[in-house]
Nanobody, 127 residues
Framework: QVQLVESGGGLAQPGGSLRLSCAAS????????MSWARQVSGKGLEWVSG????????YYADSVKGRFTISRDNAKNTLYLQMSSLKPEDTGVYYC????????????????????WGQGTQVTVSS
């Protein structure tokens, strides 16, 4: 079955960096778009970033544009999120998600575009 396992979260200082990874198994990773979303305490789910199956297109929330970079290694079945210039408001649980297709049938920021989620990894940005 589909498994998505996030790692790389932890504590970072404001202005610092973290790199999240999502190890995928149970499906043909190279055939699906993948995304990162985050859940901030007391707020709804925010779609952070997404990438097409072949890496040809990427999406970013305005709140992270210019600070976060999404990438994927289809040979290693792994999705990444490089987070730089971290802010306290980046604190939350970060999830990776598998889309229904090589792109986003219902749009990048629509839950209907996704079929599977990981268990999440906690990111805390604090001094």
């Amino acid at each position: 079955q589909v498994q998505l396992v996030e790692s790389g979260g932890g504590l970072a200082q404001p202005g610092g960096s973290l790199r999240l990874s999502c190890a995928a198994s149970g499906f043909t990773f190279s055939g699906y778009a993948m995304s990162w979303a985050r859940q901030v305490s007391g707020k709804g789910l925010e779609w952070v970033s997404g990438i097409y199956s072949d890496g040809s297109d990427t999406y970013y929330a305005d709140s992270v544009k210019g600070r976060f970079t999404i990438s994927r290694d289809n040979a290693k079945n792994t999705l990444y999120l490089q987070m730089s210039s971290l802010k306290p408001e980046d604190t939350g649980v970060y999830y990776c998600a598998k889309a229904r297709a090589e792109y986003y049938p219902s749009g990048f920021a629509s839950g209907d575009s996704y079929t599977s989620w990981g268990q999440g990894t906690q990111v805390t940005v604090s001094s």
